[in-house]
């Protein structure tokens, strides 16, 4: 086998044996010039100005039957630029001024993240205050590190980038450089994958491993087997296109309001409920007269010493509103009244109203000749005007 290295401008008037498996340099790319033309399939040319090597694959004349050994860069511009690292012993995700401070950490016990680090060992550092977040070739001796950029890797990350971790808290998982330029943790461990599936499973209502689609409970919108996310469309659809649903669910809409706010009024105004022993007279309850129009009572009263028991309803009103006080006596509606034994002697109520404005009010008294024992309830109360 015959092997010549001539520079190009020697190629005229030369020829190529038939057969004949050629090594030789040009100062370009093949293709186009007689030897190349008639070099024999298996030939190699370097490009003395690029570097390139080349290999013929088909015989005949012409570049096409050259292909090109890919070099790094043909590689990265291929993949556009993304990178996966080599495997780094470890990653430190603590946050660090300088890699000189990491470096300081990494000599008290020759250790980061509880790996042991030694000449060769290769660091992910992942935040930096000044600096770059990346993987760091580890050199020197014990007590005294040198951390620098790794070169066989990408020096300077790029979103896309990747690697893998190979012992430490993050051992067996991946971390990826996003797009905005933080290296973030994906969890590949066999322990990794079982805490964010059980996660997952926790967060959607899953109730248990494998093909497990949810049960509804009505399915007016939403039918039993659709996923979470189809079930999520369903209803914003139906929401979106139905303002007056979303009020209703909400409870803002006009009746939701209103209802509310009766609802708040009632419970402020019913549930009170007190005893008075041994009196001949007792305010049992007052209230203002801006807070409510009427209030309904339930008395019960007993003779002290004796079995004679009364018991009623009443009913106290006015005739006030928000701009304006109450005036003349206020109104005592008597209702459901009973006994057992004797009438107690002197048993009467009355209503007292004090003050003016927002002071207001308006106390219920209850009088007899004997001491009584009394108990009540206030069983209802309307908002007032």
């Known amino acids: 086998m015959a092997v010549d290295i001539l520079p190009y401008g020697m190629l005229d008037g030369w020829s190529v ?42 015989a005949g004349a012409g570049a096409g039957n050259w292909s090109k050994y890919m070099t790094e860069a043909d590689v990265i511009a291929i993949t556009g630029g993304d990178s996966v690292y080599d495997p780094a012993t470890l990653a430190d995700t603590t946050t660090y001024a300088t890699v000189t401070a990491a470096e300081t950490a990494a000599n008290i016990g020759d250790s980061l993240d509880g790996v042991t680090i ?17 993987v760091y ?29 190979i012992s430490g808290t993050d051992a067996g998982n991946v971390f990826f450089f996003n797009d905005s330029n933080t290296w973030i943790v994906v969890p590949l461990s066999i ?18 491993i494998g093909a497990v689609l949810p049960l509804y409970t009505e399915e007016n919108q939403i039918a039993d087997g659709d996923t979470l996310t189809l079930a999520t469309d369903k209803l914003d659809i139906k929401i979106g296109a139905n303002p007056a649903d979303d009020a209703i669910l909400t409870g803002t809409d006009a009746i939701g309001v209103q209802l509310a706010a009766l609802s ?111 108990r009540w309830s206030r069983i209802s109360a309307t908002p007032a005007f």
């Open 17 to 58: 044996g038939v057969g004949e498996v050629e090594h030789y340099e040009l100062q370009a790319a093949p293709g186009g010039d007689t030897r190349s033309d008639n070099a024999v399939i298996g030939s190699t040319v370097v490009d003395s100005v690029s570097g390139i090597v080349y290999k013929k694959h088909t």
């Open 137 to 165: 070739d580890v050199t020197g001796v014990s007590g005294n590190w040198s951390f620098a950029l790794a070169t066989d890797n990408n020096p300077n990350p790029e979103p896309g980038d990747t690697v893998q971790i």
């Open 191 to 208: 322990a990794g994958i079982v805490s964010e599936a059980a996660f997952h499973r926790l967060y959607t209502g899953k109730p248990s």
């Open 264 to 374: 708040a009024a009632v419970i402020a105004g019913t549930g009170v409920t007190g005893t008075e022993d041994g009196v001949t007279s007792a305010v049992i309850n007052s209230f203002l007269a801006d807070e409510f129009q009427t209030v309904k009572y339930s008395v019960n009263v007993q003779e002290d010493g004796t079995q004679n028991t009364s018991t009623f309803e009443l009913t106290v009103m006015h005739n006030g509103h928000a701009s304006a006080d109450a005036t003349g006596n206020p109104r005592i509606i008597r209702g459901a009244f009973g006994k057992i034994g004797s009438k107690i002697t002197g048993l009467d109520v009355d209503v007292v109203m004090t003050g003016v404005g927002a002071a207001q009010s308006l106390a219920v008294t209850i009088t007899s000749t004997p001491s009584v024992n009394i």
């Open 118 to 134: 030694s000449s060769g060992s290769t660091v992910l550092l992942t935040d930096l205050t000044v600096g770059v977040d990346g």
